[in-house]
């Protein structure tokens, strides 16, 4: 669902793409050495919090 809502449904994104973005998110959210602010949430994808 994510991956249609961002790109749209008449292209085709890897769904590995979403995890590239989502590790170099939390690598620059992490910078400071707090907690990971990203969940991952097994079979259904992430969360915040």
Known sequence: ALLDRVWGRDIYIDTRTVDVHVGRLRKTLC??????????????????G
């Not at 910078?31 to 915040?48: E, F, L, N, S």
Request: aromatic share 6%.
């Open 31 to 48: 910078t400071t050495g707090g907690p990971d602010p990203i969940r991952t949430v097994r079979g259904a994808g992430y969360a915040m």
